[in-house]
């Protein structure tokens, strides 16, 4: 079962999203041991919001009201972060007088992508529609969902850590201008993802034409 879970979340990461790209510009940037707190803070946010999403925390969340502010609250975090990157290049801090951007340690790092994986805990809609699914097809028990949970954790973890590696190894061969314009990249997508989070309407949200 938690080869089953591992397998269909190797998936879900071919889709290739903010997080993924910040692994990678981390180990390219600092190495890979920096790279491992980042991958440990996004694993741990997962797997948060699976087991939520396995107590009915979805159904709280699934309210307009509530999504809204989410989704103004993720959309700061991704745009600061993303202005954040940018400026980096230019040797300049967007927040100077926050040690959490100021300075490149493993524990910043680690701060930093508990925050940027938190920034969007309408995952969990996500994932409480996809282990409803599973557990009505397949008829699994609470345990046997549990491990595949596991198994889907664990893909984050290996995804990103042979992300990590490729940045790493590809770091010795990469011009520092080809760094600063992947950072450049990276704080790009982490804006356009807090643009699209805050305008991003759900099935709920979209009326039908009146006729």
Same mark, same amino acid.
């Given at each position: ?9 190797? @998936?879900?990461? @071919? ?64 745009? %600061? ?21 100021? /300075? ?9 992508? %508990? ?9 969990? @809609? ?10 009505? /097809? ?59 989070? @805050? ?8 009326? /039908?034409?009146?006729?």
């Amino acid at each position: 079962m938690i080869l089953k879970g591992f397998r269909f979340g190797m @998936l879900l990461q @071919l889709a290739v999203g903010p997080m993924c790209l910040m692994v990678f510009n981390t180990s390219a940037t600092y190495g890979f041991i920096y790279s491992i707190s980042l991958i440990v803070a996004i694993a741990l946010i997962d797997a948060l919001y699976i087991g939520l999403s396995c107590i009915g925390t979805a159904s709280i969340i699934d309210k307009t009201e509530i999504k809204t502010f989410i989704k103004i609250g993720g959309c700061i975090v991704l745009i %600061l972060f993303g202005l954040n990157t940018i400026s980096g290049v230019f040797k300049i801090s967007f927040l100077p007088n926050i040690g959490l951007f100021s /300075e490149v340690t493993s524990q910043n790092l680690f701060v930093q992508g %508990l925050l940027l994986t938190a920034s969007n805990p309408l995952t969990i @809609l996500f994932w409480s529609g996809m282990f409803s699914a599973q557990m009505i /097809e397949n008829h699994w028990s609470q345990k046997q969902l549990l491990f595949f949970a596991v198994g889907c954790v664990l893909s984050t973890l290996f995804f990103l850590s042979c992300v990590a590696l490729l940045g790493s190894f590809l770091n010795d061969f990469l011009p520092l201008l080809f760094v600063q314009i992947l950072n450049i990249l990276v704080g790009v997508f982490l804006i356009y993802f807090g643009i699209r989070l @805050l305008l991003r309407k759900d099935k709920s949200e979209v009326k /039908e034409p009146v006729m």
